[in-house]
C-alpha cells in the first residue's frame, strides 16, 4: 500500500549507516514514521531538518508496517531561521511536542494547517505571540482546550485578566481579584477583544512570559504529567531563551 501527503518534519533518528527513521506530521495521515533510505546524503540533509515542509510518498507491503518514504523539500524553514536563536528554537519546540504529544497516524487537519501557519509566522517580529497561541491551539487538539472567551464567574467578555487552574476558563479582573494568588495571569493578547500582539512598551515581555506561563502549566499537568510523557526538553530551552532576554531584545 501506499499514499502521498504534504508534511512538516518533526524528527530524525539514525538507522544503520546511510538510513533514518523519520517522523513527519501530514495533512491527512496525521504524524507518521517511516524509513528514508539515503538519508545521510549531502543533498538530503539539508530536506529533512525539524520544521521544514515535505511532499512525502509512503509505501509498505502491509499498513502496520514501518515502510518507506519518498521526501521532497518544498519549505525550508530551518535554513531561514538559522540566524535567529529566538524563532528557531521556538520551531524547534514546536516539532519536538508535536513528535511527543500526538498519537500515532491519527490526522489532525486543523493543527497541521496551524504549524505551518507557525512556520511562516516565526519570521515575522510578533514570532513570540504566534508560538504562545499556537500551543494553546496544540492543547484544544488534544482535548484540553482553554476557556478564554468569557468569564467562568460573571459570563461577561470583557476586563478578562485570569485564568483558573482548575478549571482552563478566564476570570475578569473584578471577579478574580479576591483570588488573585489561586489564578494564572491571562496575557492581554490572549484575551478577547484586545489587541493582536503585546504592545512594545515596558509589559510585553512579562506579558509573553505569562503566555508561556498559562500554556506551560496546562501542558506539564494535562499532558506530560497524566500521561507519563517526559517534559520536552527543546520546550525548556525556549523557556529559558526568554526568560533571559530584556525589555530592549527582539520579542
Same mark, same amino acid.
Given at each position: 500500500?501506499?499514499?502521498?501527503?504534504?508534511?512538516?518534519?518533526? =524528527?530524525?533518528?539514525?538507522?544503520?549507516?546511510?538510513?533514518?527513521?523519520?517522523?513527519?506530521?501530514?495533512?491527512?495521515?496525521?504524524?507518521?514514521?517511516?524509513?528514508?533510505?539515503?538519508?545521510?546524503?549531502?543533498?538530503?540533509?539539508?530536506?529533512?531538518?525539524?520544521?521544514?515542509?515535505?511532499?512525502?510518498?509512503?509505501?509498505?507491503?502491509?499498513? /502496520?508496517?514501518?515502510?518507506?518514504?519518498?521526501?521532497?523539500?518544498?519549505?525550508?524553514?530551518?535554513?531561514?531561521?538559522?540566524?535567529?536563536?529566538?524563532?528557531?528554537?521556538?520551531?524547534? =519546540?514546536?516539532?519536538?511536542?508535536?513528535?511527543?504529544?500526538?498519537?500515532?497516524?491519527?490526522?489532525?487537519?486543523?493543527?497541521?494547517?496551524?504549524?505551518?501557519?507557525?512556520?511562516?509566522?516565526?519570521?515575522?517580529?510578533?514570532?513570540?505571540?504566534?508560538?504562545?497561541?499556537? /500551543?494553546?491551539?496544540?492543547?484544544? /487538539?488534544l482535548g484540553y482546550g482553554l476557556d478564554l472567551q468569557r468569564c467562568a464567574a460573571t459570563d461577561l467578555a470583557s476586563d478578562l485578566a485570569y485564568v483558573s487552574p482548575k478549571s482552563g476558563r478566564a476570570v475578569s479582573e473584578a471577579a478574580g481579584q479576591a483570588y488573585r494568588d489561586r489564578l494564572l495571569p491571562l496575557p492581554a493578547f490572549l484575551a478577547l477583544g484586545r489587541a493582536s500582539g503585546p504592545r512594545a512598551d515596558a509589559d510585553m515581555l512579562e506579558q509573553l512570559r505569562d503566555g508561556l506561563k498559562l500554556t506551560g502549566f496546562f501542558i506539564h499537568r494535562d499532558i506530560f504529567e497524566a500521561k507519563g510523557i517526559k517534559p520536552v526538553a527543546a520546550r525548556d530551552r525556549l523557556v529559558s531563551h526568554v526568560w533571559r532576554l530584556s525589555g530592549d531584545d527582539e520579542k
Open positions: 500500500m501506499d499514499w502521498r501527503d504534504d508534511g512538516i518534519v518533526l =524528527s530524525t533518528r539514525k538507522l544503520g549507516e546511510s538510513s533514518v527513521r523519520l517522523s513527519v506530521l501530514t495533512r491527512d495521515y496525521g504524524r507518521h514514521a517511516g524509513m528514508v533510505r539515503g538519508a545521510m546524503s549531502k543533498s538530503m540533509r539539508g530536506t529533512l531538518e525539524p520544521g521544514n515542509e515535505i511532499r512525502v510518498g509512503w509505501s509498505a507491503r502491509l499498513a /502496520e508496517h514501518l515502510g518507506q518514504f519518498r521526501c521532497e523539500l518544498t519549505g525550508a524553514h530551518a535554513a531561514d531561521l538559522l540566524l535567529q536563536p529566538g524563532p528557531l528554537m521556538a520551531m524547534s =519546540s514546536a516539532c519536538a511536542m508535536l513528535d511527543a504529544t500526538l498519537p500515532e497516524r491519527e490526522a489532525h487537519p486543523d493543527l497541521y494547517h496551524g504549524t505551518v501557519a507557525l512556520m511562516a509566522a516565526l519570521k515575522l517580529d510578533q514570532w513570540l505571540p504566534a508560538y504562545i497561541r499556537w /500551543e494553546v491551539g496544540l492543547l484544544e /487538539e
